[in-house]
Nanobody
């Protein structure tokens, strides 16, 4: 079993920055890919960025060049650095880890004001 605990969300003005963190607990040795998703009200959950154990990354087109995903395997933590935030980035952000199945964090709210 894997438990994910997110932190770092909040309210920021457009153009500002935030860093989200997600710490993994439990059977962390079984985790392979980790990712961040987001879900805005009335919309489907969408992939924001993912990172493999080896550090390969993939981003949604809407965040390329603005967001950076990274992970510290020693700390079992994944980060999402978000720069040049836009009101459209307002969502609940969820951490995801794959360890034979998908595990999800509780979500953290990010609100970007115009």
């Amino acid at each position: 079993q894997v438990r994910l605990v997110e932190s770092g969300g909040g309210l920021v003005q457009a153009g500002g920055s935030l860093r989200l963190s997600c710490a993994a607990f439990g059977t962390i040795w079984s985790i392979s890919d980790m990712a961040w998703y987001r879900q805005a009200p009335g919309k489907q959950r969408e992939l924001v960025a993912m990172i493999t154990t080896g550090g390969n990354t993939n981003y949604a087109d809407s965040v390329k060049g603005r967001f950076t995903i990274s992970r510290d395997n020693a700390k079992s933590t994944v980060y999402l650095r978000m720069n040049s935030l836009k009101p459209d980035d307002t969502s609940v952000y969820y951490c995801n880890a794959y360890a034979s199945r998908d595990y999800w964090g509780q979500g953290t709210q990010v609100t970007v004001s115009s």
